[in-house]
């Protein structure tokens, strides 16, 4: 069965960066099928796509927030990462981690997900 | 950047069928496949239905996607209480080149 699970802070302060990982079991990072992506929900509101990630390194980016997010793979330690710099408020949310899956041409959605982990951006 | 549109609610008694919409546009909905996810607070969102009209194993049949040019449906027949929960479409946008979601349904059963 795979499984995702996102760790890190969940208080960051305004203007310095959010870090969160994402650990994978169950299957390897490695397929061609699967891109390897970040989605949150700020409270009260709907989901929003940050990125992802495909094996090769190629990386794409919500255009809303693409000068700021980086995400990077550690499929040696079937892992892989968000960073976001300088946050604000607005950027308190719960982050899920999900695994997109294409299949040639194919978009099959995100089969697996995270529990989520609140990020909350105070002083 | 524009979310999909869905319809804030919806809502049925056990039994019955809700149909949920997705409106999006050439770039997203109209050129590119759609999914469905079942969303309970607290809890990681579940696939229901991927590339329009698919159901993972494990996803009872009374439950139904479908796409006609840029907008998409979920049916979701039989209702029961468990079906409570929030209800999002999401598609790849090629303007975007990335996911845009749906702004997402509250399903209620009455």
């Known amino acids: 069965q795979v499984q995702l699970q996102e760790s890190g802070p969940g208080l960051v302060k305004p203007s310095q960066t959010l870090s969160l990982t994402c650990t994978v079991s169950?299957?390897?990072?490695?397929?061609?099928?699967?891109?390897w992506s970040w989605i949150r929900q700020p409270a009260g509101k709907g989901l929003e796509w940050i990125g992802r990630?495909?094996?090769?390194?190629?990386?794409y980016y919500n255009p809303s927030l693409n000068s700021r997010v980086t995400i990077s793979l550690r499929t040696s330690k079937s892992q892989f990462s968000l960073r976001l710099s300088s946050v604000t408020a607005a950027d308190t949310a719960l982050y899920y981690c999900?695994?997109?899956?294409?299949?040639?041409?194919?978009?099959?959605?995100?089969?697996?997900w995270g529990q989520g982990i609140l990020v909350t951006v105070s002083s | 950047q524009s979310a999909l549109t869905q319809p804030p609610s919806a809502s049925g008694t056990p039994g019955q069928t809700v149909t949920i919409s997705c409106s999006g546009s050439?770039?997203?909905?109209?050129?590119?496949?759609v999914s469905w996810y079942r969303h309970l607070p607290g809890t990681a969102p579940k696939v229901l239905i991927y590339f329009n009209v698919e159901r993972p194993s494990g996803v009872p049949d009374r439950l139904s996607g479908s796409k006609s040019g840029t907008s998409a449906s979920l049916a979701i027949s039989g209702l029961q209480s468990d079906d409570e929960a929030d209800y999002y479409c999401?598609?790849?946008?090629?303007?975007?080149?990335?996911?845009?979601f749906g702004t997402g349904t509250t399903v209620t059963v009455l």
């Open positions: 999401v598609a790849f946008d090629d303007s975007l080149n990335g996911y845009v």
């Open positions: 050439s770039s997203n909905i109209g050129n590119n496949a």
């Open positions: 169950g299957d390897s990072m490695t397929s061609g099928s699967y891109y």
């Open positions: 990630m495909y094996r090769s390194g190629a990386t």
């Open positions: 999900a695994r997109n899956v294409w299949r040639g041409h194919r978009d099959e959605g995100f089969d697996y």
